[in-house]
């Protein structure tokens, strides 16, 4: 069993920048790959960035790359989702999840309960 647990959303101006962790207890974090998704009001939710288990591979949806870094520190069983150059269309609530394989899709086995985050225009 996996439980993982969201932090850093928040009220940002567009242009700015927010940082999102997420600590994952359970022996087998080191071993499954991490994805951040989010959803906006109305809309599916959708995988923003995923990082396997080695942290040597990552996926990042188009809308985001070039802007989103995501990372782990296997060591502290946390993943980050470094967000700069926010746009309000960013604002969504932010989901970690973790599965043992990087998916592409909503499928994974584990989810947190997210964090919101909002960017003013």
């Known amino acids: 069993q996996v439980q993982l647990v969201e932090s850093g959303g928040g009220l940002v101006q567009a242009g700015g920048s927010l940082r999102l962790s997420c600590a994952a207890s359970?022996?087998?974090?080191?071993?499954?790959?991490m994805g951040w998704f989010r959803q906006a009001p109305g809309k599916e939710r959708e995988l923003v960035a995923a990082?396997?288990?080695?942290?040597?591979?990552?996926y990042y949806a188009d809308s985001v790359k070039g802007r989103f870094t995501i990372s782990r520190d296997n060591t502290k069983n946390t993943v980050y989702l470094q967000m700069n150059s926010l746009k309000p269309d960013d604002t969504a609530v932010y989901y970690c999840?973790?599965?043992?394989?990087?998916?592409?899709?909503?499928?994974?086995?584990?989810w947190g309960q997210g964090t919101q985050v909002t960017v003013s225009s």
């Open positions: 999840a973790s599965d043992p394989r990087l998916r592409i899709g909503i499928l994974w086995d584990y």
């Open positions: 359970g022996r087998t974090f080191s071993s499954y790959a």
């Open positions: 990082v396997r288990w080695s942290g040597t591979s990552t």
